[in-house]
């Protein structure tokens, strides 16, 4: 069955310092997204990204993040400078616009920042 | 701006069924959705509702009432592995992305 890969699963860095979380979604799909949860707490949505380029944000999508879909196949978060608020899980996720929408998530990257 | 609100924690026995409720304000409306979520993992599609009714799936139902704002996800026949945080998530407009709630942590116990 066909699924949504990212990586790194975990990766730690210090406060300050660029991360880019890579994910590959689901070849056929067309909407890609980029969510994130915090420990403990609910899943929120950052940035979709559709026919390259951003279609939607949330107020958390400020100015350090960017994505990028850089060939036919990995779609990218950047976060220039991190900082210790960054620290959550972030799951891309992709969807077809057709039926039901759904999103079908990737397994995670779990980002801490020190 | 849209609120989903759902209980935070319920506890059932296993072999029994439960009903997990979720209460949304969204200003259009385009589809309700169900995901369950096990500690450290993705969240994953359980079911979806655009239309007011129940709609069936093995183990799990999920109702919605549109003019009330209402779903709910029923789990019959509990298992020890459906023990998980449950996700009532809203799309609001076309092709939008999904608004998720704070989630529903279900422990089935013995």
């Known amino acids: 069955e066909p699924e949504v890969t990212q990586t790194p699963s975990h990766q730690v860095t210090q406060m300050g310092q660029e991360v880019i979380l890579r994910c590959v979604p689901i070849s056929n799909h067309l909407y890609f997204y980029w969510y994130r949860q915090i420990l403990g707490q609910k899943v929120e949505f950052l940035v979709s990204f559709y026919n390259n380029e951003i279609s939607e944000k949330s107020e958390i999508f400020d100015d350090q993040f960017s994505v990028e879909r850089p060939d036919g196949s990995n779609f990218t978060l950047k976060i220039r400078s991190t900082k210790l608020e960054d620290s959550a899980m972030y799951f891309c996720?992709?969807?077809?616009?057709?039926?039901?929408?759904?999103?079908?998530f990737g397994e995670g990257s779990r980002l801490t920042v020190l | 701006g849209q609120n989903i609100d759902q209980p935070t924690e319920m506890t059932a026995t296993e072999g029994a069924i439960v009903q997990i409720n979720c209460t949304y304000q969204?200003?259009?409306?385009?589809?309700l959705f169900w995901y369950q979520q096990h500690a450290g993992e993705a969240p994953t599609f359980l079911s979806y509702n655009v239309l007011d009714g129940l709609e069936e799936k093995g183990r799990f139902s999920s109702f919605l009432s549109r003019s009330k704002g209402y779903s709910y996800l029923l789990l019959k026949e509990l298992q020890m592995k459906d023990s998980a945080s449950y996700l009532c998530a809203v799309r609001d407009l076309g092709n939008t992305p999904l608004v998720f709630g704070k989630g529903t942590r279900l422990s089935v116990i013995a």
């Open positions: 969204t200003s259009g409306f385009n589809g």
């Open positions: 996720a992709s969807s077809v616009p057709a039926n039901t929408g759904e999103l079908f």
